[in-house]
Every structure is written in structure tokens, then in C-alpha cells.
């Protein structure tokens, strides 16, 4: 069983960027679609943002043109780069395969923008 630790998140103003990171215990080319997803207080965690292993991506709506999904085959991590922020982007963020599988849910990053 892959294991996924996510890091990068913290506090940022509106308009700021992140860059999340989401590194694996074993290969993420043999997993094939990984997916970033989120959390906010009281809502459902939902998809951001998806990648296949040969770089097709897919995003919502409501990130789309500010968040970039990447991935690095070789290093096992993939990376959520995040661009003009919102007060409405504050959640925890989850890296997983998409479909997402339960056993593979990791403790998230926390991603707050505010002044």
C-alpha cells in the first residue's frame, strides 16, 4: 500500500500562491491517475485537480486557470501549484489516486487564505 504525505500548505493572503507537494512511498506511475482533493469546514472533500501518468489534466471549475497539477514520475511526488487564492480555497488538501481509494487518505495540508 502506497503511503501519501502531503506538505506546502499555510497561511496566505488573497492573490498569494502556494505550492503543494505529495510524496509516495512507491511509484505513482504504476498508481496511474492521481488527484489533489480539499476539505473545507463542513463540507464535502471534493476533487481539485487530476493528472494522468502521461500528464493529461483535469480541473473544477472553480480552480481552473489558477492551479496547476504537476507530477514527477521518477520523484514519486506530485505537485498543486496555486495561483491567485481565495478566501473560498481555505481547506485541508488530500493528494490520492482518482478513483480515490480510503485506505490511501493521508493528514492533509492545510491550505487558510486570509488577511
Known amino acids: 500500500q502506497v503511503q501519501l504525505v502531503e506538505s506546502g500548505g499555510g497561511l496566505v493572503q488573497p492573490g498569494g500562491s502556494l505550492r503543494l507537494s505529495c510524496a509516495a512511498s512507491?511509484?505513482?506511475?504504476?498508481?496511474?491517475?492521481m488527484g489533489w482533493y480539499r476539505q473545507a469546514p463542513g463540507q464535502q472533500r471534493e476533487l481539485v485537480a487530476r493528472i494522468t501518468r502521461n500528464g493529461n489534466t483535469y480541473y473544477a471549475d472553480s480552480v481552473k486557470g489558477r492551479f496547476t497539477i504537476s507530477r514527477d514520475n521518477a520523484k514519486n511526488t506530485v505537485y498543486l501549484q496555486m495561483n491567485s487564492l481565495k478566501p473560498e480555497d481555505t481547506a485541508v488538501y488530500y493528494c490520492n489516486r482518482f478513483p480515490s481509494v480510503s485506505s490511501s487518505w493521508g493528514q492533509g495540508t492545510q491550505v487558510t487564505v486570509s488577511s
Open positions: 512507491g511509484s505513482i506511475f504504476s498508481i496511474g491517475v
